[in-house]
């Protein structure tokens, strides 16, 4: 395998993707390779209702200004990342970036910016309508990407199957307890 040089770790800020962080982390110490943690921030998710002195009442759909939600953006990103701190001091280069709009599309378009090597990501196991017509975030990161995409996800627990009905299709026999 070659040398990885340049990992991108796409991070939505919550807990599920921190797993994906520790793994490129991780991954980018062992490869001395340089890390770009991205965080794709959503306008309309910092908006809050106000009312100024009665004059208007604001509504969502009209926005931050975009200095202000990469401000915000940062300032997330920054906390999220104090976690991390040990691991960030072992790898040679780590760079923070910012984007707005699509996730899947910021992802590909950061990763074909930076000339990543690898993306690292983790991905969130949701059973939705809206999975099942769109696809993931990841899902689509895959197809649009330039570069391999990693997907780092927990093992799944295996369901107890002993000591359950079976389904009929299954039809072998059952043993019988034994009586005395």
Known sequence: MKGIK????PTDLSEHSRRGIRFALALAA?????????HVAKPLDDWEFYLDEFAYVAHPCWGWPADRVFQKAHLDLTRFLESHIDQIKRIPAVRKRIA??????EIAAVAREENAELIV?????RGSLRHLIGGTVTERVVRMSPCPVLSVTSPLPSPPWRGRSTPVFFSWPRPKPATT
């Open 100 to 105: 707005l709009g699509a996730p899947s599309r």
């Open 30 to 38: 062992e490869e001395k390779a340089a890390v770009v943690i991205l």
């Open 6 to 9: 340049t990992v991108l770790a």
């Open 121 to 125: 990501m983790a991905p969130r196991r």
